[in-house]
């Protein structure tokens, strides 16, 4: 079965510091993979999604980049953070199938990140 | 663009009685249309999707949501609501571009009281 992992838990990080948050699926191969924030917990906003190994497509112009070194990672990160990113990170996928557009997305647990 | 809206920033009902979550979409073409539910600090649950056929869509822990193509709605619904279905519920619709996208409503805070 497919699973997601996605760490830390929670993060607390002072203004000015990097970030590295990482999302890492298995059983399956090739999935579409995603990065949501959740400010204030109630709207989510697409941050940055990926179709396959190395393509990144940003959603939204922000102080943050992701990367998909490998096939079932993403990694979220910022050089220097702002107080503005402060909120409730998910990862999530897609699979890659025949009818992929009917297919559910799966989600990780979330990363609380607070900027001090 | 396509996109979903939830009328409704917080739902009360009390436990037993039958509880609705409204969601309305725009989209062009077919809709995929999906419930999500969160709880405090964690992440989605994905609870039903509607993507062709009946109408009436049968999900998870007792909750099922009605496909009304002429209002454009998804409305997510359960017959006698309990206590722990307390918790933020999400209504989506997908992108039917490459990125699959999942497109969020702002979510309804549902909260059963005793």
């Known amino acids: 079965s497919q699973t997601i992992h996605q760490w830390p838990a929670t993060l607390v990080q002072p203004v000015g510091s990097p970030l590295s948050l990482e999302c890492t699926v298995e059983?399956?191969?090739?999935?579409?993979l995603y990065w949501y924030r959740q400010a204030a917990g109630r709207g989510l906003q697409l941050l940055f999604y990926s179709v396959g190994i190395g393509q990144i497509s940003s959603e939204v112009p922000q102080n943050l980049s992701a990367s998909r070194p490998q096939d079932r990672q993403f990694i979220l990160s910022s050089k220097k953070l702002l107080l503005s990113d402060s909120g409730f990170y998910l990862c999530?996928?897609?699979?890659?199938?025949?009818?992929?557009?009917?297919?559910?997305?799966?989600f990780g647990q979330g990363t609380r990140l607070t900027v001090v | 663009a396509q996109s979903v809206a939830q009328p409704e920033d917080q739902v009360n009902v009390a436990e037993g009685n039958p509880l609705t979550v409204k969601c309305t979409y725009s989209?062009?073409?077919?809709?995929?249309l999906f419930w999500y539910v969160q709880y405090p600090n964690r992440g989605l649950q994905f609870l039903l999707k509607?993507?062709?056929?009946?109408?009436l869509v049968k999900g998870s822990y007792g909750f099922e949501a009605e496909f009304n193509k002429s209002q454009t709605s998804f409305h997510l619904k359960k017959p006698s609501a309990l206590v722990s279905d307390s918790a933020l519920y999400f209504c989506a619709v997908r992108a039917m571009d490459s990125s699959y996208k999942l497109i969020f409503g702002s979510g309804t805070r549902l909260l059963v009281r005793p």
């Open positions: 509607y993507i062709t056929g009946d109408n």
């Open positions: 989209v062009s073409g077919n809709p995929y």
């Open positions: 999530a996928w897609t699979p890659i199938w025949e009818g992929k557009g009917s297919t559910e997305a799966f």
């Open positions: 059983g399956t191969s090739n999935p579409n």
